[in-house]
T-cell receptor, first 109, second 119 residues
Framework: GIQVEQSPPDLILQEGANSTLRCNFS?????LQWFHQNPWGQLINLFY???GTKQNGRLSATTVATERYSLLYISSSQTTDSGVYFC???????????FGAGTRLFVKA | ETGVTQTPRHLVMGMTNKKSLKCEQH?????MYWYKQSAKKPLELMFV???????ENNSVPSRFSPECPNSSHLFLHLHTLQPEDSALYLC??????????????????FGPGTRLLVL
C-alpha cells in the first residue's frame, strides 16, 4: 500500500522562527490534507491541497503531486503552533486515507 | 451545535463492559469516519460510511461494531475490549462527490475525540 513519510519527526523552534515540514508519499493520490493536532488532542484541518500552493495567514502549503511530496510552511511561529502536524493522503485505488506519523512541534516562548 | 461532536469525551471501561461512542455531524456531509489514535502510532482509519453504507473496514476486530443510522449520526459499539484498545477515537465527516474520479473539496472535519481507557 501507499507509504506516507513525514519529516522531521520532532522539531523545536524559538518563537518567531520559520519552519518547513515535509510529507513524502509513495504513489499517486486523490487528495492530500494537512492537519494540526493541538495539545488537547483535537485535529484541525489546515489545508486540502492535492496539488499547487495555498496560503492561510502564517501557514502555507505546497504539493508537487508529480514528485510525490508536500511541504507545510510555518512562518513567525507562535507557542500556539505547538502540537503534532499530520499529513494524510487518499490513495487513488480504493479511496483509502493514510496518515503519516506526524511531526511533533514545540515552540518555545 | 456546529461541526462534529463526539460523546462521551472520556470513557473508562472494563474488559467485560459494553459501551457505545457517539458522533454527530452538523455539516450536511454524506460521509463519516472512525479513526483510532494510539500512543506513538499513526492515525488509523477504522471505518468509512459513504451515503450511509459502509465502504471500508480496515481489518478492524469484531469487538468494534459501527452503526450509521443516518448521514448525521455514527456510533461505535464496543464490547469485550482489550487494554491495547485504549486510545483516542476520532470521528470525522466529509462531503464526498458522486463522481470519485473528480476530486472535490472533500476535507475531513474531525470531532474532539473520545479518550478511551480499557482496564
Amino acid at each position: 500500500g501507499i507509504q506516507v513519510e513525514q519529516s522531521p519527526p520532532d522539531l523545536i523552534l524559538q518563537e518567531g522562527a520559520n519552519s518547513t515540514l515535509r510529507c513524502n508519499f509513495s504513489d499517486s493520490v486523490n487528495n492530500l490534507q494537512w492537519f494540526h493536532q493541538n495539545p488537547w488532542g483535537q485535529l484541525i484541518n489546515l489545508f486540502y491541497i492535492p496539488s499547487g500552493t495555498k496560503q492561510n495567514g502564517r501557514l502555507s502549503a505546497t504539493t508537487v503531486a508529480t514528485e510525490r511530496y508536500s511541504l507545510l510552511y510555518i512562518s513567525s511561529s507562535q507557542t500556539t503552533d505547538s502540537g503534532v502536524y499530520f499529513c494524510a493522503v487518499e490513495s487513488t485505488g480504493g479511496f483509502k486515507t493514510i496518515f503519516g506519523a506526524g511531526t511533533r512541534l514545540f515552540v518555545k516562548a | 451545535e456546529t461541526g462534529v461532536t463526539q460523546t462521551p469525551r472520556h470513557l473508562v471501561m472494563g474488559m467485560t463492559n459494553k459501551k457505545s461512542l457517539k458522533c454527530e455531524q452538523h455539516l450536511g456531509h454524506n460521509a463519516m469516519y472512525w479513526y483510532k489514535q494510539s500512543a506513538k502510532k499513526p492515525l488509523e482509519l477504522m471505518f468509512v460510511y459513504n451515503f450511509k453504507e459502509q465502504t471500508e473496514n480496515n481489518s478492524v476486530p469484531s469487538r468494534f461494531s459501527p452503526e450509521c443510522p443516518n448521514s448525521s449520526h455514527l456510533f461505535l459499539h464496543l464490547h469485550t475490549l482489550q487494554p491495547e484498545d485504549s486510545a483516542l477515537y476520532l470521528c470525522a465527516s466529509s462531503q464526498v462527490g458522486v463522481s470519485r474520479t473528480l476530486p472535490e473539496q472533500e476535507t475531513q472535519y474531525f470531532g474532539p475525540g473520545t479518550r478511551l481507557l480499557v482496564l
